[in-house]
């Protein structure tokens, strides 16, 4: 499956973003779908994940209760919509995909098999 990641840009602290990652080559359905970011000179981190069917959730800490992912099975898409945005959140932004499961989220990039090509967010103080 190939995934393809939209919606960066810039934005000024406090403001919101929505991405998108559309699948191509296979449907979304058969699998888990997480968000990961990687500011420079940094590793890349996971950002938050869901099951297969939406019915769970997970967040990192640092953006609890400012983003939402959600999915949509029938658009073969998943969103990560990012409101009050602070610096930190500067990043590129990576959706991938793991192996369905409906109790576990995985967290470790490793986990994960396919991945899009990333979309730069920046947020200016």
């Known amino acids: 499956v190939q995934l393809q990641a939209s919606g960066g840009g810039l934005v000024q602290a406090g403001g919101s973003l929505r991405l998108s990652c559309t699948a191509s080559?296979?449907?979304?359905?058969?699998?888990?779908l997480g968000w990961f970011r990687q500011a420079p000179g940094k590793e890349r981190e996971f950002v938050t994940g869901?099951?297969?069917?939406?019915?769970?959730?997970h967040y990192a800490d640092s953006v609890k209760g400012r983003f939402t992912i959600s999915r949509d099975n029938i658009r073969n898409t998943v969103y990560l919509q990012m409101n009050s945005l602070k610096p930190e959140d500067t990043a590129v932004y990576y959706c991938?995909?793991?192996?369905?499961?409906?109790?576990?989220?995985?967290?470790?990039?490793?986990?994960?098999?396919?991945w899009g090509q990333g979309t730069l967010v920046t947020v200016s103080s």
């Open positions: 991938a995909a793991a192996t369905r499961d409906s109790i576990y989220i995985q967290i470790r990039a490793y986990q994960y098999n396919y």
């Open positions: 080559g296979g449907t979304l359905r058969e699998y888990n």
């Open positions: 869901i099951i297969w069917n939406g019915g769970r959730t």
